[in-house]
């Protein structure tokens, strides 16, 4: 069973940094997710990635297969941006429901 | 396009009390998920569904737990008896999923059950 690991768990920043979230996992994967969540809200689905890199916005997800590890970079900052941040896997040739990390709390202060 | 359809969106109760969710997914999406969300923690899977059968329902407790998905599109989650422990937000979430391929999946809004 895959094991993610997300740090930081809890990250407050200041409006305009550069953010960066790392998530890693232990087994071999078909894909990764980054997801995002809001206080009382649903997921939504940012990213999905089985390799390289994917940019929408000012988000940039990252994954570097070999060494079982992805990064989630938020570039100029936002309060709007402040929510919890999922990385989630998908096991290479199992059922495929997710295994979720526990969420980065991010909070970006005007 | 219309998104996964979730309620109720919130329930309050008792212990030992039954509750059911309902799942509405993406029209077109033969894979249904329901993950089970505690307070500070990741989601869980519970059950997936392919169509209106089960792939995998390893992690979901199947004394108290069940859910079905009758005609392959909505889906119902029934707690019965509900413990204190069940308290989290549950999570329904769908996938187009054709054979072999890996794709997207997407989240409903959630129900977040209390239990007091």
């Known amino acids: 069973k895959n094991e993610v690991e997300q740090s930081p768990q809890n990250l407050t920043a200041q409006e305009g940094e550069f953010i960066t979230i790392n998530c890693s996992y232990s087994v071999g994967i078909s894909a990764l997710h980054w997801l995002q969540q809001h206080p009382g809200g649903g997921i939504v689905s940012l990213f999905m990635?089985?390799?390289g890199k994917k940019k929408h916005g000012r988000l940039i997800a990252t994954i570097n297969i070999q060494e079982k590890h992805s990064s989630l970079h938020i570039t100029a900052s936002h309060p709007r941006d402040s929510a919890v941040y999922i990385c989630?896997?998908?096991?290479?040739?199992?059922?495929?429901?997710?295994?979720f990390g526990k969420g980065t709390h991010l909070i970006i202060q005007p | 396009e219309a998104g996964v359809a979730q309620s109720p969106r919130y329930k309050i109760i008792e212990k030992r009390q039954s509750v059911a969710f309902w799942c509405n997914p993406i029209s077109g999406h033969a894979t249904l998920y329901w993950y089970q969300q505690i307070l500070g923690q990741g989601p869980k899977l519970l059950i997936q569904?392919?169509?209106?059968?089960?792939?995998?329902d390893s992690q979901l407790p199947k004394d108290r737990f069940s859910a079905e998905r009758l005609k392959g599109v909505d889906s119902t989650l029934k707690i019965q008896p509900a413990k204190l422990e069940d308290s989290a937000v549950y999570l329904c979430?769908?996938?187009?999923?054709?054979?072999?391929?890996?794709?997207?999946?997407?989240f409903g809004q959630g129900t977040r059950l209390t239990v007091v």
């Open positions: 569904f392919q169509n209106n059968g089960v792939v995998d």
């Open positions: 979430a769908s996938s187009l999923r054709a054979a072999g391929a890996t794709t997207e999946a997407f």
């Open positions: 990635l089985s390799s």
């Open positions: 989630a896997v998908r096991e290479r040739g199992g059922a495929d429901g997710l295994t």
